[in-house]
């Protein structure tokens, strides 16, 4: 029994030499606290990460501007022609982005997204008028006019809403036998970005 109170005495000894103490419940809390304070900063930090990528490329979005507007650019008829033809609108108004070629009389999208497209026509009376507005070889819209005597003159136009790929093509086809007026501020076409996909 002696010898167990040395043994108790020597192992207490021993841990008050090494410096041994109880933990506190102050401490334990503590570092508790600090853990979940440390994930919640880590936590922050990732979503701050995920808003600054989104908002790169919200802005890059945003900032991606595509629209043009152009008249044919001349005076007089253009037709009419035995065949269909792109129609040329060579008085370039407006080209952001530089994605319609007058030389060809193509707009080229350069991104996806969704895009709205107009065109309008002046023509003479004498002779029907018919264009096309055709999305990679494909008519999607048209507008036309019948021959009268009784008036001179004659409006008409068309505009549509489409879905567009990067690359797609989109262009104004005057029908074979027919005709418009060009000028510098009558029959034009026109188109712009809405949203990017």
């Known amino acids: 029994m002696i010898l167990s109170i040395y043994l108790l005495m020597f192992f207490c000894c021993g841990l008050t030499v090494a410096g041994y103490k109880p933990p506190c419940p102050e401490s334990c809390a503590s570092q508790a606290e600090l853990h979940k304070v440390k994930h919640k900063v880590e936590d922050l930090e990732r979503k701050l990460k995920e808003n600054v990528d989104l908002t790169a490329e919200l802005k890059r979005i945003v900032t991606f501007k595509v629209a043009f507007s152009a008249a044919i650019g001349r005076y007089g008829s253009i037709g009419p022609y035995t065949t269909d033809k ?46 096309y507005l055709y999305k990679n070889y494909k008519l999607v819209v048209m507008t036309s006019d019948h021959i009268s005597k009784k008036d001179t003159a004659d409006n008409g136009g068309n505009g549509v809403v489409l879905h567009l790929q990067k690359g797609d093509q989109v262009y104004v086809c005057m029908a074979a036998y027919t005709h418009i007026w060009g000028s510098f501020y009558h029959s034009t076409f026109s188109g712009f970005l809405i949203s990017r996909h």
């Open 86 to 131: 792109i129609l040329l609108y060579k008085r370039v108004i407006t080209n952001v982005g530089n994605s319609y070629n007058k030389h060809k009389g193509i707009f080229t999208a350069p991104v996806a997204g969704i895009y709205y497209f107009s065109f309008f026509y002046h023509a003479g009376g004498d002779c029907e008028a018919m264009l």
